[in-house]
């Protein structure tokens, strides 16, 4: 960010804690704003980074077809209604056709839609589309549980409901396939 850009909106967030009450020149909040700005840039970080050169900079050509599963995945993301956050765990799943590709590339995955102003549902089925359209494997299943501060903090405060999501696709559309993928995510730790 420039530093006009970065100083203007330093101010503007001077202002929103005047407004809030606060006094934003007592030495707590001196640094808070730059912090502000410093926290929203890495947390909206996903918006910069290229999905298509993570899954397609490390596939491998194999002869398997059984599935791969990363789970516990920890998410971290902010609700784009009200910008707090919400976090869990991701798994994915899938069926390799003719490649794999390299295992810490699911996560950066997950990590670059988490990384955006998000909801659940579009943060599960935007990790599934973006494996099924540059991996083109058999079948691909995408699993997100979720806590959600917005839920807890606020409204309903509701402490101990967590969202589940799921996006299926391919050959995890099959009840087959998806059972074998649930049971896979929820087994017993190493």
Same mark, same amino acid.
């Given at each position: 960010?420039?530093?006009?850009?970065?100083?203007?909106?330093?101010?503007?967030?001077?202002?929103?804690?005047?407004?809030?009450?606060?006094?934003?020149?007592?030495?707590?909040?001196?640094?808070?704003?730059?912090?502000?700005?410093?926290?929203?840039?890495?947390?909206?970080?996903?918006?910069?980074?290229?999905?298509?050169?993570?899954?397609?900079?490390?596939?491998?050509?194999?002869?398997?077809?059984? *599935?791969?599963?990363?789970?516990?995945?920890?998410?971290?993301?902010?609700?784009?209604?009200?910008?707090?956050?919400?976090?869990?765990?991701?798994?994915?799943?899938?069926?390799?056709?003719?490649?794999?590709?390299?295992?810490?590339?699911?996560?950066?995955?997950?990590?670059?839609?988490?990384?955006?102003?998000?909801?659940?549902?579009?943060?599960?089925?935007?990790?599934?589309?973006?494996?099924?359209?540059?991996?083109?494997?058999?079948?691909?299943?995408?699993?997100?549980?979720?806590?959600?501060?917005?839920?807890? *903090?606020?409204?309903?405060?509701?402490?101990?409901?967590?969202?589940?999501?799921?996006?299926?696709?391919?050959?995890?559309?099959?009840?087959?396939?998806?059972?074998?993928?649930?049971?896979?995510?929820?087994?017993?730790?190493?």
């Amino acid at each position: 960010m420039e530093q006009a850009s970065y100083q203007y909106h330093c101010e503007k967030l001077k202002e929103l804690l005047t407004s809030l009450g606060e006094d934003p020149e007592r030495d707590g909040l001196l640094k808070t704003p730059g912090r502000v700005i410093d926290s929203l840039q890495f947390l909206t970080s996903g918006y910069t980074e290229d999905v298509e050169s993570v899954l397609t900079g490390a596939l491998f050509d194999v002869d398997y077809q059984d *599935m791969v599963v990363v789970r516990d995945i920890e998410i971290y993301s902010m609700c784009e209604h009200h910008m707090l956050p919400f976090y869990g765990r991701c798994h994915v799943g899938y069926i390799p056709r003719d490649k794999v590709v390299g295992l810490s590339k699911l996560p950066r995955v997950v990590d670059i839609f988490s990384r955006r102003l998000q909801v659940q549902e579009r943060l599960t089925h935007q990790i599934s589309e973006a494996i099924e359209q540059y991996l083109k494997p058999l079948g691909v299943g995408v699993v997100v549980e979720a806590y959600h501060l917005c839920m807890m *903090m606020r409204g309903v405060t509701k402490q101990n409901s967590f969202t589940l999501t799921s996006s299926m696709r391919g050959t995890f559309q099959n009840l087959e396939t998806r059972n074998e993928f649930f049971s896979l995510i929820r087994s017993q730790k190493l």
